[in-house]
């Protein structure tokens, strides 16, 4: 063969495929592996030359990892580094999470989205917002930081609660004939301009407002274009079990695939309860439905604190919200609904407030809530948890992210352990104090659920963070270490492999990490990032 770009010498394999770890020699060229000679064959044959030759005894090659639920939207034009992702071995990330992301927009809907989730990625006042279509985001991914692209690779999902603000607005309503024939052609569009799929947050407004018929409606154009349906669905608390179930019919009647977002079973009424939720799963299966998920590795959840109210409350969008806070007597509403009934914004279940941990504000001198829950803070003032919610709403402008202290580890093992599992960190990176999951993810399956667990074993472990997940996507060409695939890979020490990043400390990088490439390029080499910018847009493949 030619002389290779760079040989990877001694290594062992997991291939991405759950096949077993084998040793081999693996080159690679002009951003593609060109070789992989296998120990058993090598004495009958030369070895692979190249420019660069990296003995990799003791580590294990696999392909890069990807992130099927990330909220890297705009941290990936904002920081070249986002050494969050590229240290862990993500060398792709599934964005437009959750129904809301910032494409496709009009001024006004732009404007709105910004609001909406400004605890996700900031406010964006350090981003040149020069897109409106998902086509423009996508081309923004490419051009990245002056033209050299951005660190890791990004996929894009359609955000349906994005589409009907668009289309529909803010109100609680079904979309007219009209609207709908609107919000059906922004998702066509979204996917031919290289959309994977399309997101919803059917717990956050004003995607929550869409009743199945809409929804099912637009996941048959997804289905025509060949993309999958990713829902964030209605309910992970009481009615979770109805929730999954609506979800699984609602994508097969609209022949169309479905991942489930984040899939977990929170807050007491589920405490072991992950079985009857595989048992559905494997029903539907068995039955032909075309069913995968992800989840993260981890108990406590991580969303907004406005997300916590009921629906009624987000009508009319933030302005109306910060309205109804304001008033005394709605406020009072909002509280009997969250504390008694149990909001549809917390699951339909009665919000506990020590359970709720503020992990990140927008207005700085709000920063002594940081890292403690709503129910310390108020402790701590002499007043109602409720109080002290609402101040925070308000003066920070909606703005707070929150930690839910809510969910079970019995369960996260048993949906772990599933076939159709994959990983997603969910990370939000926004905040002085995110969830660990965020820098974490993917070193802490291998280290805590792989190495000192053995719930999974480290090839399975890495079929679900590569192989799986491509298979998805519909990427022909990553996912796997094979010939001819692309060159996105991540070495990494078994024996050492670990999520930096606590609770305490969530911003630490992961250790046993020390290469990752994207297109055959070194991102982190030697345990440090490199300024390489090889990330660009992935788009969907017909």
């Not at 439905?289 to 992800?294: E, K, N, S, V």
Request: aromatic letters at 6%.
């Amino acid at each position: 063969m030619d002389h290779a770009d760079l040989v990877i010498q001694d290594v062992d394999v997991a291939d991405g495929s759950g096949a077993p770890t084998y040793r081999a020699d693996v080159a690679v060229k002009g951003g593609r592996i060109v070789a992989i000679v296998q120990e058993a064959a090598a004495a009958g044959c030369q070895r692979p030359r190249g420019t660069r030759e990296l003995d990799a005894e003791g580590l294990v090659l696999a392909p890069g990892f990807i992130d099927m639920h990330a909220h890297s939207d705009l941290a990936l034009l904002r920081d070249p580094d986002h050494s969050a992702k590229a240290a862990q071995g993500v060398t792709l990330e599934v964005i437009g999470q959750d129904g809301l992301s910032y494409a496709p927009v009009d001024d006004r809907t732009l404007a709105e989205v910004r609001r909406t989730i400004t605890g996700w990625n900031g406010h964006g006042d350090d981003i040149d917002f020069t897109w409106r279509s998902v086509g423009e985001y996508l081309d923004r991914l490419d051009h990245g930081f002056d033209g050299e692209g951005i660190a890791v690779n990004a996929a894009y999902l359609v955000p349906q609660g994005t589409v009907r603000m668009l289309a529909v607005g803010w109100e609680d309503r079904e979309a007219t004939p009209q609207e709908l024939a609107r919000m059906r052609q922004l998702v066509a569009d979204g996917l031919r301009e290289g959309a994977v799929g399309m997101s919803s947050g059917l717990t956050y407004t004003p995607g929550m407002y869409a009743r199945d018929a809409e929804l099912t409606a637009l996941c048959r154009v997804v289905a025509e274009h060949g993309g999958y349906y990713c829902p964030h669905h209605r309910s992970y608390g009481a009615g979770a079990l109805e929730a999954y179930e609506e979800m699984v019919t609602l994508a097969r009647e609209a022949g169309c695939p479905l991942h489930l977002a984040h899939a977990t079973m929170n807050f007491g009424v589920n405490e072991g309860k992950a079985p009857d939720l595989l048992a559905l799963l494997d029903k539907a299966l068995a039955e032909g439905a075309d069913i995968t998920l992800d989840t993260y590795p981890y108990t406590p959840g991580c969303t907004t604190l406005v997300a916590m109210l009921p629906s009624w409350a987000g009508e009319g969008g933030p302005e109306a919200v910060l309205a109804r806070l304001r008033d005394d007597a709605t406020a009072e509403r909002v509280r009997h609904h969250m504390e008694v009934v149990g909001a549809d914004g917390c699951h339909g279940v009665p919000i506990a407030w020590d359970t709720i941990e503020i992990s990140g504000v927008s207005e700085p001198g709000l920063g002594s809530y940081v890292g403690r829950t709503v129910q310390e803070s108020a402790d701590l003032r002499g007043e109602a948890p409720w109080t002290t919610a609402r101040r925070l709403l308000v003066e920070d402008r909606l703005g707070p992210t929150i930690l839910q202290h809510v969910g079970h580890e019995e369960n996260v093992r048993a949906i772990m352990r599933h076939r159709v599992h994959t990983g997603g960190s969910d990370g939000i990176l926004h905040g002085s104090k995110p969830h660990p999951r965020a820098y974490g993810t993917f070193p802490h399956y291998l280290g805590r659920y792989v190495r000192e667990l053995g719930v999974l074993s480290l090839e399975e472990c890495v079929a679900r963070l590569t192989g799986r997940p491509a298979a998805r996507l519909r990427l022909p060409d990553r996912g796997l270490v094979r010939e001819g695939y692309r060159a996105d890979l991540v070495l990494f020490d078994p024996a050492t492999v670990a999520a930096g990043s606590t609770f305490a400390a969530p911003r630490t990088l992961p250790t046993g990490i020390p290469h990752v490439l994207i297109d055959g390029r070194f991102v982190v080499e030697d345990g440090r990032r490199t300024d390489v910018l090889a990330g660009r847009a992935v788009r969907r493949t017909a």
